[in-house]
């Protein structure tokens, strides 16, 4: 079997970015951009279909990036971090500007009402 790159396609990195107004989930910036998983890959995690498609993905910095891996209760709180088996579908994720929003596969991001959780 080929061994294949285990990121996102370049089409998705553009869909993520897009969709995340060019801008960090948690601080806003729009400098040292990074993609960030929701849920890590690892531990085979790449050969499930949904680790590389928009709802797993944010648009983070580099600092951010690293913030989430330090302040795991806190990134799980806000939806930066998914704990399996919970899937990134299921879990909102706190913008810079305060909203939460819910994620798709093909990389549409809707408000949903805060009290409905
Ligand atoms: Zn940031």
Redesign the pocket.
């Known amino acids: 079997m080929a061994r294949r790159r285990t990121g996102p396609t370049e089409v998705v990195k553009a869909l993520v970015h897009d969709r995340d107004g060019g801008a960090?989930v948690?601080?806003g910036?729009r400098q040292d951009l990074t993609i960030h998983h929701r849920v890590n890959r690892g531990m085979g995690g790449a050969r499930e279909p949904w680790i590389n498609q928009a709802h797993n993905l944010l648009t983070?910095?580099t600092?951010?990036n690293g913030w989430f891996e330090d302040n795991p209760r806190e990134s799980y709180e806000a939806g930066w971090k998914v704990r399996r088996p919970q899937l990134p579908g299921e879990v909102l994720v706190r913008y810079a500007d305060g909203s939460e929003y819910e994620l798709t596969p093909d990389g549409v991001r809707s408000t949903t009402v805060a009290a409905a959780r």
């Open positions: 960090c948690r601080c910036t983070a910095c600092t951010c």
